[in-house]
């Protein structure tokens, strides 16, 4: 079996010709095979000749696969199948033949049994080549009059950056848009609807802004003065978001969502502000202003677990209850930016509270940027920054653009700009409407997302996106054909208590059942009976309240699983909130479960998968509260909330006396870009990973430290550990001295006999402080106030535990506004103003801007 030298070369010289053409194929003429061959055993030109084929080339790049060809003899649909093509045919004799030859022993074979039989075994593959058709996974091409030049065209935009705003039309990712330019040739552009950005100041003077602006509902609460002028160096925020809603067709910069729509400004954020200011921000104007954006909240630190203080949520219930001549005023929260440090919006109580619309982030190409947080209250996502680009906007000058801003404060802006179109088109929609239509019309994006998950409603829904993606087109059609729904009805469980577990007033725990490793389970009965008994009909959120004791807060991880066997995961691991409070009755949110029928027994989960020998607790008692439609609309009442019952001791005294509303504290807040990471453009998004892992105490496995159950915060870890060690030296730093300077100020503040932020009088508020009578159904929907973690952060910076917190439960005690203020807010990285500089218009006496710009 040797082959001629000569031979070997002109094969060998064969394949490296072959290797570098292609040759034409002929499929019409020819049928096509690759054939694989194993030259130690024969030549390739023997097999060739065996087969009756011809040599064309070399298959591609791989090295002894060879394409060849034979003619078609006619041009009947023939030669597809081994009987009547004889290539195919002759390759399966040669074979059945080598078969047979093998019980033949060697020597008793012929020279061409044994030709054969080499040339059968030498040939490994031989296949026909059909020829197929391969769907395309890009995008569909975005046809020219769907780009942003030919919508500018057909619409006679002039505006110069309209091109930049990819979320209104993307022009690489035509899929991933807020896709209103249909909306907008249907003719709604926000006329007669009014959005109020509750933010850092708005630039009324903006050419961009200022034929949209409306100044008698707009208000300065922190320098008290009537227009929301921004001030701060870093004061661009509000005009920013604002710009995405109502920027002007006008030749200047973009173009607002709601182009037409009237916006307004008050300014909260530029300095400290007391609860009964916040409460007064948030219903200013509540009868013309139909939305409000809020882009802010609790820092997204993974610590922190606060929510709005009484006077607050009482002004929220009377903007649902009484706002838009009772149909109820729109809050779009931002869900916060923290998720590249664990934090979740379950652990913010304005982003989990039912009044709010929750909206996280997506990025230009449809993933989910690491900074948005995932949480059950999620409702939806909006596009903004992230995978290379940013929200580009109007910014505070005349004639400023803003080509950075990004985080969820972006996304939530987008989605207000949705709600307002929608809101022209129907301006008889309710809070709840609105909520349905998210719910409803929402589009799914990434679907093999492992985070995504068929819920009993029939929706996909995941932690990250909420219900999906925001679609204008899709919300306003199907808004103008929306049948309302009935009235609100709620009713809430008997706590359960575990193992004599209770809370004092002072929030200390006593009893309760340990919480081990693979968690406790304990269940709470809804019944028919439950439901006809409150008018409730169909299931919208659910709250569920917790008393957990625990020395570090960050481990305990809080499971709910329906009835019918759906889960929400209302808190995962934070290897960042070392807090000792535990949940002193914080309220979680779920709207993973609307729709589903809430008869049968509700399990909820608590664990502590770090088990750490240091750190244990246990678990003292929880209750839910269940929202949904009525059944009888005429038997409808309104839900008021009841004085400051919003701690109560645990278990709950059956009458709670009127408590005196606690005096009005002050507090700063950090816009959510406090915690915005410098590159949360830059940064690519995912669409792989699931938000929280699924319950790992039946698996027994075990999360590695530091890392918590976010796995997609371990690959973050892993490609951008330089930049994490870098911000976790320079926070841990800043905490220290902050919280150094702070307590030195707190002291001198003291001996100064300054108190707090006195506050206005004849804000309307008469109406909210009145005493409501009801029973303890009459329950606050928000989260919970808590602690916050002063313990930790004095255990690192080695100062002493501060004593108990203040008396009232306010949620923004001393400690607590020491620790918002030490969080700076700084929308771009490196913004930061030099230490001492309060800004100008900082009020006098106030002084709590006076270091928390410090490096
Ligand atoms: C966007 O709007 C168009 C109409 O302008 C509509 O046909 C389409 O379904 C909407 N959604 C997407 C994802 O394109
Ligand atoms: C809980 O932690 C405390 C303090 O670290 C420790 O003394 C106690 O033994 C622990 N309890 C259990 C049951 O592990």
Not at 344 to 353: E, K, M, P, R, V
Not at 468 to 475: N, R
């Amino acid at each position: 079996m040797r082959l001629p030298l000569s031979l070997i070369l002109i094969l060998t010289a064969q394949c490296t010709v072959y290797a570098a053409t292609h040759s034409k194929r002929s499929y019409d003429t020819h049928h096509y095979y690759v054939l694989q061959h194993d030259p130690q055993l024969t030549s390739l030109a023997e097999v060739v000749d065996a087969l009756g084929v011809e040599l064309v080339e070399q298959a591609g790049e791989l090295v002894n696969h060879w394409l060849v060809r034979s003619k078609r003899f006619s041009d009947v649909s023939e030669a597809r199948d081994l009987e009547s093509n004889h290539v195919l045919r002759t390759f399966h004799e040669l074979k059945a033949r080598e078969h047979a030859l093998r019980s033949i022993p060697l020597h008793s074979r012929s020279t061409e049994d044994h030709t054969a039989h080499t040339i059968a075994r030498s040939i490994n593959h031989l296949s026909l080549q059909t020829l197929k058709r391969r769907t395309k996974r890009a995008p569909p091409p975005i046809r020219p009059e769907d780009s942003s030049r030919g919508v500018a065209l057909r619409l006679g935009i002039e505006d110069p950056l309209f091109p930049d705003q990819w979320h209104l039309v993307n022009d690489d990712f035509p899929e991933h848009m807020m896709n209103c330019t249909g909306v907008w040739e249907l003719g709604y552009t926000g006329k007669g609807v009014h959005s109020s950005f509750v933010d850092d100041g708005l630039d009324y003077n903006s050419d961009d802004i200022k034929d949209n602006f409306d100044a008698k509902n707009s208000y300065d609460f922190n320098d008290h003065e009537d227009l929301p002028t921004p001030k701060l160096s870093d004061d661009h925020h509000g005009t920013r978001c604002a710009g995405q809603v109502a920027a002007g067709k006008n030749g200047v910069c973009g173009l607002g969502i709601a182009y037409e729509s009237r916006v307004s400004g008050v300014r909260i954020l530029s300095g400290a502000i007391t609860d009964v200011d916040e409460a007064a921000a948030l219903n200013y104007g509540y009868q013309e202003v139909d939305i409000y954006s809020c882009s802010w909240g609790p820092p997204d630190n993974g610590q922190s677990m606060e929510g709005p203080a009484y006077l607050i949520r009482k002004a929220v219930v009377n903007g649902i209850n009484n706002g838009r001549g009772g149909k109820g005023s729109i809050f779009v929260f931002a869900s916060g930016n923290g998720a590249g440090y664990s934090d979740q919006c379950n652990f913010d109580g304005y982003t989990n509270s039912i009044y709010s619309v929750t909206v996280s982030a997506i990025d230009y190409k449809g993933l989910h940027p690491y900074y948005s947080e995932p949480c059950a209250a999620n409702l939806v996502v909006a596009y903004s920054s992230g995978s290379g680009k940013h929200i580009v906007t109007t910014d505070v000058g005349k004639n400023q653009c803003a080509r950075t801003h990004g985080g969820t404060s972006a996304a939530a802006p987008n989605a207000v700009g949705v709600l307002a179109l929608a809101i022209e088109a129907r301006p008889d929609l309710t809070w709840r409407d609105i909520q349905y239509l998210c719910i409803e019309t929402a589009r799914i994006v990434n679907p093999d997302d492992p985070d995504w998950e068929r819920i009993a409603n029939g929706h996909l829904y995941s932690y990250k996106y909420g219900y999906g993606s925001l679609d204008a087109y899709a919300y306003v059609t199907a808004a103008l054909n929306w049948k309302l729904v009935t009235p609100q009805t709620w009713f809430r469980t008997p706590s359960v208590r575990l193992g004599d577990g209770a809370m004092d007033a002072e929030e200390g725990f006593s009893g309760g059942e340990f919480i081990p490793r693979n968690g406790i389970d304990s269940k709470i009965m809804v019944t028919r009976e439950m439901l006809d008994t409150h008018n409730f009909d169909k299931l919208e959120h659910i709250n569920i309240q917790v008393w957990i004791d625990h020395s570090k807060r960050g481990d305990i991880e809080v499971s709910l699983t329906s009835p019918n066997g759906f889960e929400s995961i209302l808190a995962a691991p934070r290897s960042r909130d070392s807090a000792k409070t535990g949940y002193p009755g914080w309220t979680f949110m779920s709207v993973k479960h609307w729709g589903e029928n809430p008869i049968g027994e509700w399990t909820i989960h608590v664990s502590d998968q770090k088990n750490h020998a240091k750190h244990n607790g246990s678990f003292i008692g929880w209750n839910m509260l269940f929202w949904g439609s009525t059944v009888d609309p005429a038997k409808a009442t309104k839900f008021e909330l009841l004085a400051d019952n919003d701690i109560w001791p645990f278990p709950p005294l059956d009458e709670i006396e009127d408590a005196n509303p606690p005096t009005p504290s002050s507090t700063i807040y950090a816009k959510p870009t406090a915690h915005l990471p410098g590159d949360h453009g830059e940064a690519e998004g995912e669409n792989s990973s699931p938000a929280f892992s699924s319950t790992p105490t039946q698996s027994g496995v075990s999360a590695t430290p530091d890392e918590g159950w976010f796995p997609g915060l371990s690959n973050l870890v892993t490609s951008q550990k330089w930049f994490f060690g870098a911000v976790g030296a320079v926070a841990l730093f800043g905490v220290g001295a902050a919280v150094f300077f702070w307590r030195r100020r707190v002291e001198q503040l003291r001996r100064a006999g300054y108190g707090t932020v006195p506050a206005e009088d004849g804000m309307g508020m008469r109406t909210l402080s009145q005493p409501v009578t009801g029973t303890r159904e009459l329950y606050d929907a928000f989260g919970e106030v808590s602690d916050e973690d002063d313990e930790d952060a004095d255990e690192q910076t080695g100062l002493r535990p501060q004593a108990r917190r203040d008396a009232h439960h306010d949620g923004f005690s001393d400690e607590n506004r020491g620790r918002s203020a030490a969080t700076p807010y700084r929308d771009e990285p490196g913004s930061t103003r030099p230490a001492g500089s309060g800004g100008p218009s900082s009020p006098s006496g106030s002084g709590d801007g006076s270091w928390e710009h410090a490096p």
